[in-house]
């Protein structure tokens, strides 16, 4: 039988004895010990590739709670095209503008982007 219509019959079954109340105890431990056999083959499936596909999905998630950060000084002299100019580029590049502070040359403009990650496109409702 092959794992998926095994381990559905086999959760089939213990879905049954979780609905019925006469069930005596070598039948639970026997779908039980089952149920373990079953998930254990299945990890061990997985686990033969998992090494790098797991650091893959590992460093994928990280991305999604981490930012980059830049900073950037632009001359006071510059005209507000020039700067415009500035903000477009750094914007065709996912920067964010999240504070600009005045320094004795011109103005520090700080950017942030959250790293590329192919996780973004996933609809936030199979994160969380």
């Known amino acids: 039988m092959n794992r998926h219509l095994r381990l559905t019959f086999i959760l089939l079954v213990a879905l049954e004895l979780c609905l019925c109340q ?3 105890n070598d039948t639970v431990k026997s779908v039980t010990d089952e149920l373990k056999a079953t998930f254990s083959d299945a990890g061990k499936g997985v686990s033969d590739v998992a090494p790098s ?10 991305k999604l709670f981490i930012y980059e950060y830049k900073v950037i000084d632009v001359d006071g002299e510059a005209s507000p095209q020039r700067v415009e100019a500035i903000l477009n580029a750094m914007g065709q590049e996912r920067w964010v503008s999240y504070s600009v502070t005045p320094i004795s040359s011109g103005v520090r403009i700080y950017l942030k982007r ?9 609809p936030r409702p199979f994160f969380w």
């Open 22 to 24: 006469r069930v005596d």
């Open 53 to 62: 596909v797991r650091s893959m999905t590992v460093d994928q998630l990280e």
């Open 114 to 122: 959250r790293p590329k990650t192919y996780l973004q496109y996933v």
